[in-house]
């Protein structure tokens, strides 16, 4: 097999909360903001709501095959051509993905904190960590992370617990004025974050324990709307909804009013410093699941002498994907849900597991491994 | 292509073959002296050590006679300086030369029965070989045992009478404590092994020696616990000692570099103490020592970053105040060494925000009239104070003090004075001396010394990103670290919530019921639960319910 290293259930979990929150805890307050208005509290919960529907969907597919990953599978199920095709769809929708998130990466970056510093620093320099952690493999990468998410987390609370007097409820009120609608069209853009569970079937085959893979998903998706739902409740009952709406992160202007006894003060630049080290796992994930689709799609023995070339591939796509920041922010609300929700994130597996059911390919259960 | 592969294949059976000969606990590659032609004539056998030997001064040849009247011609041969003299009179000579006249009584004389006799009631030394092959004689010989040849018989005698010159037991400077046990290794392996024999006195402690180095055939204890220590790491200890095929291996220093995963890694993975009682305790937490001739350290696999940042008076001292806070101390010591210079760079560069403004107008006052941007200054600084440090280290302890004046003063005060540093920066650099100064492990703390320089260049060009980078990379790295298989951020990454305990801070002994996950020990239970002591009223009632 490719990949030599296991990871257990706890690391693949918090792994997965890591890739998703990452960027949605500065992106999506405002996204969803924008549609929801004060009711994007509501819109959190739909969209890990829905994020839990579609992590049933996608590992139901992925139990069928504990052996193997979506790429090998989708030829399993569709035959040697399609399954390619799929496959390689899949390679670039990793690749893509990829691209995007090292772009917002570098664009909040510049904009937010060094501002006459060019953007292929920021993105050079992310890729160049996730290569380095890609080619010790995915161990080091899962035990790594479980510290970076403590860190990660307890800072997102330590700034919560000292914001707690700037909030103000009045400004959820009223609640469902203009009906459901608004929070449910808020909640799109946050699902298309929670379909990066999907990547999920790059690492499955590496789980300890693939039986209990509902748990990894359901789980990574119950954290990471927990801290959404804080992240826009801070920042909404602080600023209200028009404020939140205008500002790009949000999260970072709510962390600048922090100022504890005239001493610790402005410091969201620590926001950045954390941020980094959540980043920095997202993209080795997606880089890893770029390079290990890659490396199965043309049946390589190893994936690890790709991360270079694949790893100078996507700074290169990152830079001319976009023209500016507001082309980035008109993709990433308008056509990515759209793009990814309907195709790669769910549409293929559902796809694929209805075949899959048809033609009977896949076991029913999982069999029990040992845990070793 | 064939010839090269069927080479690679030869050069590993060859590996392979030399490795299960040094597993046999002995000797090595002195075979060559096996070639030398066998003789049972004594003083022909005399003449093939003193060729072999090339006249060392050294070598003593005492010939003489068994008893009086027997004749059976016989020679002790040593090495001066090894032997106990009292040893070779009382228990050698004597015996042999006065006692054994009653040999001749009553029997005739052949030697195989002189031998025979000799060795069983006669010599009263304690351990006593007898060996056939020219090559054994060397390596006793040299080994410091004192060999008896007797004309007319192959065999020869070994006793081992080995006594030389030693250091005192005294206290290990550089692991020194407040409370404990003040005695630490020297350089004799077998006083060093009875110092851990006498804390663990259980038959499951085992000792496995080994000879490594061509030349210097430096003998190497393994220690461990049979009934604790995982065998597959004890198999991959063995593996690797015998696996070394080198000419010398001086001090266990030399032995790391080829026992490690990871040799260009800053951080050591191996933990090498001078101190019997961490010995003692790292065994009972199912590791395996490898104590060495010749030096005072012993080294300890596997470790972990966090063991090295453990003193051992922290298992000493009262378990609150006296442990846990000084466990504290040493994590926010280890960041200060690690980080301090360059987040200075990095906060006075980029993010003067982040300063209290007070704090902020003082130390852009102080560094007015300084001509060099901050990093330059933190580089001049910090690498004078390596300079300093290493002059103070290389030169005797009176002319030392003289450098720490001339450092203090000259450098210190006179650069601020003269407006080449501002006063805050000796500060900074201070607080990193001093951080650095208090972790216990010395190679941990030179880690950090290696690491701070790439730091602060990425501190002075991209602040506190560029510091965050610098980190990622080297958490990357430690996250891939293993030592002999353990993970090296263990128990932190990966995550053992039960292992935390005794890394944020030291609980009571009663509290420490298991030994750490990731050894994987035989035996994972120390002790019986329910330790806690309890005034003897509660005591009572829970035992009458």
Redesign the interface.
Known sequence: MLEQGKI?I??ATLLMVLTILATAILFLPSIATVQAGQEAWISALIATANGIIISLLVVTLMRRFPEQTIIQYSEDILGKFLGKIVGLGYFWFFLHTNAIIIREFGDF?VAA??PK?PLI??NS?IVI?AV??IR??L??????N??IFILFSSILIFFTVFLIHEMQVENFLPVLERGIVPALKGAVTPTSWFGEIILLSMIFPFLTQPQRGYRVAIGAHLIVGAFLLIGVVQSVSIFGPELVSAFKFPIIQTVRLISLG??L???E?LI??IW??GV?VKVSVFHYATVMSAAQLFNLTDYRPLAIPLGILVVILSIHLFQGVVDLVEFLSVTFPVYALSTFEVGIPALLLVIALIRGKGAKNVPNKKNN | MWPLLRKIKNTLKLNAEKNTGSKQAGVKDTSEFDELPLTANLSERIAQIRSVMGNSIDLVVREFVIGEESKAKAAVVYLDGLISNATVFDNILTPLMFEAQSIKAGEKFSPPKVFKKLVESRLSAGEIMVKENNSELFTHLVGGDTIIIIDGHLSFIVVCARAWETRAVAEPENESVVRGPREGFVETLKVNLSMVRRRLRTPHLKFETYYIGNTTSTSFVVAYLDNIANPKLVQEVRERLGRIDTDAIISTGYLEDYIEDNSYSPFAQTRATERPDIVTAELLEGKVAIIGDNTPFCIIVPTTFFEQLQGADDYYQRPWFGAVLVRLLRLVAINIALLLPSIYVAITTYHQELLPTSLLISISGSREGVPFPAVVEALIMESTFELLREAGLRLPSPIGTAVSIVGALVLGDAAVRAGIVSPAMVIVVAITAIASFSIPGFSAALALRQLRFPLMFLGATLGLFGIMFGLLVILIHLASLRSFGVPYMAPLAPLMPRDLKDIFGRPPQWAMGKRPRYMRTQDPVRQAENLKPRPPDSGNKKNNK
């Open positions: 257990s706890r690391q970056l904190f060094m510093t620093v920021f320099m960590l380095l952690a010790s493999g161990e080091p990468l899962g035990r790594l479980e510290w005239e001493f003060e402005r410091i630049v950045m410093v980094v080290a920095f």
